[in-house]
């Protein structure tokens, strides 16, 4: 199989006469981490609907595992291994954990529920779920109710339930918002390490998370693809540099 696993070409959306996402060319190694980036409004968001089939592209083709799957519905698309989490993978607060990962794990299993109608076979589920909150270290809170746990933990939940519909690309839309440095470093290491074996896409506006994990980055400005490499090499960048003025220093940051 080929190094990439996935490929825009062209890649468009207009909302209206309006560019949202420009002729974008997007190259994903397998087993990276890559990185899109941007300023606020850059059309992150817009690309991942584009790729999740969330909205239909205006023109331009999506190849995954180079299959062209453009014109593939948001199930077939989940199917095949595109897994954005956040969306598809939303918890119920008033579960506990291990609910909810399970209740990931039997969306997976779709319409063959006489699988999980014998005792058995819930208690495989059940395994399974509690292996996967291990990977994400919540298996000391199975039992938990979701509401109770912070914020930091809830999106290392999340990850959980998106692990649990067997993703081979993960997309992840700011994994980490809103959440204070200690939070931000464990859910990074996270990502870091359910990253052996998959590939992941996701948008990023902290730069101390994109310089530790990040393999590639793309960035986007005003819909269009500005520049793309590895941090060292982007960072360095005076289109990107520019493209970042105006925040309080200068430097190569976040917006947020
Ligand atoms: N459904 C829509 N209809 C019209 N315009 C839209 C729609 N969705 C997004 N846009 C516009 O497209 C542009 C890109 O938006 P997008 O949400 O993709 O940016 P982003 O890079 O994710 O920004 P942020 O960093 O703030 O999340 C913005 O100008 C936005 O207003
Ligand atoms: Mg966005």
Not at 166 to 172: D, G, H, R
Not at 197 to 202: A, E, K
């Amino acid at each position: 199989m080929s190094d990439i696993i996935l490929q825009t070409q062209q890649l468009t959306k207009e909302f209206k006469g309006f560019t949202a996402v420009n002729q974008v060319d997007l190259s994903v190694q397998r087993g990276s981490i890559h990185a899109l980036i941007g300023p606020n409004g850059a059309g992150k968001t817009t690309c991942f609907n584009l790729l999740t089939k969330f909205l239909e592209p205006s023109s331009g083709t999506i190849l995954f595992n180079g299959i062209d799957i453009t014109r593939e519905r948001p199930a077939q698309i989940a199917r095949r291994g595109i897994i954005r989490s956040f969306q598809i993978s939303a918890v119920f607060p008033h579960l506990t954990l291990l609910e909810n990962v399970r209740l990931g794990l039997q969306r997976m299993l779709g319409t063959s529920y006489h699988f999980w109608r014998s005792e058995k076979s819930l208690h495989q589920l059940n395994d399974r779920a509690l292996a996967l909150l291990a990977e994400v270290g919540l298996d000391d809170m199975a039992h938990e109710v979701t509401v109770n746990l912070p914020y930091g933990r809830k999106r290392a939940l999340e990850i959980a339930t998106t692990l649990a519909m067997e993703p081979e690309l993960m997309l992840l839309d700011e994994p980490t918002q809103g959440m204070g440095h200690e939070d931000v470093h464990r859910v990074t290491q996270l990502i870091k390490k359910v990253s052996a074996g998959r590939t992941i896409l996701m948008v990023e506006h902290n730069m101390s998370v994109i310089s530790n994990i990040a393999d590639t980055i793309t960035v986007l400005q005003r819909g269009a693809v500005l520049a793309e490499g590895p941090y060292a090499e982007v960072s360095r960048n005076p289109l990107v540099m520019e493209a970042y003025m105006g925040t309080t220093d200068g430097q190569l940051q976040g917006a947020h």
